[in-house]
T-cell receptor
Framework: GEDVEQSLFLSVREGDSSVINCTYTDSSSTYLYWYKQEPGAGLQLLTYIFSNMDMKQDQRLTVLLNKKDKHLSLRIADTQTGDSAIYFCAETTAHDYKLSFGAGTTVTVRA | SQTIHQWPATLVQPVGSPLSLECTVEGTSNPNLYWYRQAAGRGLQLLFYSVGIGQISSEVPQNLSASRPQDRQFILSSKKLLLSDSGFYLC????????????FGDGTRLSIL
């Protein structure tokens, strides 16, 4: 995933909001995704946003997309211990089947 | 609802031995199928994808091969494993077509000794 970059670690206090950031380089990206991976498990699709949208909200999750800056963020409100996991940003383009993944952000929720 | 199954969950194999990992999808027809590898501390690398029975596209040259003998079955194989084949292998499916969300299985942890 050299085309998709994320910070590697985030530590957040329980009850606070978490913000995970991602940048991508392909201006033809059509969909951008957030996946969650708990230890030893597969990837769970959390949410995704079409590139012509600026924001998408789904319960505690808010996705913001700045297409001009090619910046995507995931905000988790009222972060809980069960939110501790690795979060992957991924993109797909109009002419491709594959997802390009970032290296993942490890989120640790502390009491 | 659709489900995806991978097995085995963990596998320990000696160098030079063969490999067969299986993935099946239920509750959908004509899915796109994918094999990814996840190295420790890194994102996912797409190895193979398939848009139909017998149709396999390889993304990176490697010691592995894939086959799709049935619509909802995807197999990852090797004739002789290398140490560098160790990793976490994930199968995924999506609705047929491009730009579709992909849904992942629980993965297979492969250790080569």
């Amino acid at each position: 995933g050299e085309d998709v970059e994320q910070s590697l670690f985030l530590s957040v206090r329980e009850g606070d909001s978490s913000v995970i950031n991602c940048t991508y380089t392909d201006s033809s990206s059509t969909y951008l995704y957030w996946y969650k991976q708990e230890p030893g498990a597969g990837l769970q699709l959390l949410t995704y946003i079409f590139s012509n949208m600026d924001m998408k909200q789904d319960q505690r999750l808010t996705v913001l997309l700045n297409k001009k800056d090619k910046h995507l963020s995931l905000r988790i409100a009222d972060t809980q211990t069960g939110d501790s996991a690795i979060y992957f940003c991924a993109e797909t383009t109009a002419h491709d089947y594959k997802l390009s993944f970032g290296a993942g952000t490890t989120v640790t929720v502390r009491a | 609802s659709q489900t995806i199954h991978q097995w085995p969950a963990t596998l320990v194999q000696p160098v030079g031995s063969p490999l067969s990992l299986e993935c099946t999808v239920e509750g959908t027809s004509n899915p796109n199928l994918y094999w990814y590898r996840q190295a420790a501390g890194r994102g996912l690398q797409l190895l193979f994808y398939s848009v139909g029975i017998g149709q396999i596209s390889s993304e990176v040259p490697q010691n592995l091969s894939a086959s799709r003998p049935q619509d909802r079955q995807f197999i990852l194989s090797s004739k002789k494993l290398l140490l560098s084949d160790s990793g976490f292998y994930l199968c995924a499916w999506s609705v047929l077509g491009q730009n579709q969300p992909q849904h992942f299985g629980d993965g297979t942890r492969l250790s080569i000794l």
